[in-house]
């Protein structure tokens, strides 16, 4: 096994090596919003458009060559779900494919059945579940967040099951707090009561493996531009539920799923994003980490693997940085020994400067991270941030370097410093 050797992988984003006009170097600690891409996901779209662009069916080269790139893409979202041929289907993005998702799951669903979400999620994972319950007479319950290190309130779910549950749908993990939620036992709880499970996978994907197979969910949903590919949305379903519930679409539509002509380029995209993480675990894989999958699938596996590894120990320099900088405060899991519980997106709030504040002084540093809520109000809500503005959140990617989070350490002691100083003059 080779050392996880991240200037290999850097080498391969063209985009990593912007600066800003002073000639600055640009740190992206931006991922969880939308990570950069390699080069075989921009060359993935100009082969696309220069040898297969035309639509499906055709009885012509080019047509022919769209449909090697379409199966091409549904093989390869298989392979990193580790999920059974022709369960994966493709849209615009997670959003929607969970609205449609949630329509056609309310066909079997009556007045004052009950779905669960949680106060963590997104709100691409709460919002089409509140609205089907206004439109269906349905009771919506939520699990707790616990604010002292953003968990989910296990024993509070368990109190929220019962006969009438008919739906769970929760985050894998979280992307304003990198919370890491107990997805199989979550699973387990809800099939236990008869009810369907639905995960949000879209920050989860990135970080580690996700296997449908083991986790035995329903449905998992996850977005490739998440995973250094373009925007599109994946779908995972079991195939007897994808049958049984597939219904909302044009007659002569080849797919149940996949409503009206997808973005063919963006699958080529996707089946490259897909590779370069099998790329990783083909080069800096464990070997012990492919079982007991093979091929491509243990590949992805491997990959993801040697990033999680990698991740961590940025988020290690992370959290031992803030501890030194007073008036920062880290939301979410800190304790080193539960590292694994948590992914590389990390969060907090200054007692020195809002979060729209530090994100802009950072910009103006080259440092690129995210300020606010990121679709997750709920979270927010909970923690008390929503009048303060939420929280600055970093995403440490495979791509990132020790390098960045000390250029990032070093300019939050500056602004600590500009802030402390003005506050003493004024």
Not at 54 to 79: C, I, K, M, P, Y
Not at 160 to 188: D, F, Q
Not at 219 to 246: I, T, V
Request: hydrophobic share 40%; proline share 5%.
């Amino acid at each position: 096994m080779k050392p996880y050797d991240v200037a290999a992988i850097r080498a391969r984003f063209p985009s990593l090596a912007n600066t800003l006009p002073d000639g600055r170097p640009i740190a992206f600690l931006d991922g969880p919003a939308g990570t950069q891409v390699p080069q075989s996901v921009i060359d993935a779209y100009s082969d696309f458009f220069l040898r297969a662009n035309a639509n499906n069916g055709g009885l012509f080269s080019t047509s022919r060559a769209q449909g090697e790139v379409e199966d091409a893409a549904h093989r390869a979202a298989e392979d990193l779900l580790n999920a059974p041929k022709e369960s994966v289907k493709f849209g615009a993005n997670m959003s929607t494919l969970n609205f449609q998702l949630s329509r056609s799951l309310a066909r079997e669903l009556k007045a004052g059945d009950e779905v669960i979400v949680t106060q963590l999620d997104h709100d691409a994972n709460y919002s089409p579940w509140r609205l089907l319950a206004e439109d269906h007479g349905l009771v919506l319950k939520t699990i707790r967040l616990n604010a002292a290190d953003g968990t989910l309130d296990m024993e509070h779910y368990a109190s929220l099951l019962g006969p009438r549950t008919k739906i769970v749908a929760t985050g894998m993990s979280s992307n304003a707090l990198g919370t890491i939620n107990p997805s199989k036992r979550i699973v387990e709880a809800a099939h236990a009561v008869g009810a369907l499970t639905v995960l949000d996978a879209v920050c989860s994907a990135p970080h580690y493996p996700v296997d449908v197979q083991a986790l035995d969910t329903d449905f998992l949903l996850c977005s490739p531009y998440k995973f250094y590919g373009p925007h599109a949305g994946l779908l995972y379903g079991k195939l007897p539920l994808l049958e049984r519930f597939g219904r909302y679409k044009v007659r002569p539509a080849h797919d149940l799923w996949e409503t009206g002509t997808p973005a063919f380029e963006a699958m080529a995209g996707v089946t490259a994003a897909i590779n370069h993480i099998a790329w990783i675990g083909a080069e800096f894989g464990d070997p012990a980490d492919h079982a007991p999958l093979s091929g491509r699938r243990g590949q992805l596996r491997a990959g993801l693997k040697a990033i999680t590894r990698y991740e961590t120990e940025l988020v290690r320099l992370l959290l031992d940085g803030v501890d030194q900088i007073s008036g920062v405060q880290v939301r979410g899991i800190t304790d080193r020994a539960r590292l694994n519980e948590r992914t590389s997106i990390v969060s907090f709030t200054m007692d020195f400067a809002t979060p729209d504040e530090a994100a802009e002084h950072f910009g103006n540093d080259g440092i690129q991270v995210w300020s606010g809520d990121f679709y997750a109000p709920n979270a927010i809500d909970a923690l008390g941030l929503t009048e303060k503005g939420g929280v600055l959140r970093t995403g440490l990617m495979s791509y990132n370097t020790a390098d960045e989070v000390q250029r990032l350490l070093a300019s939050l002691k500056a602004l600590a410093s500009l802030k402390t100083l003005a506050a003493s003059k004024s």
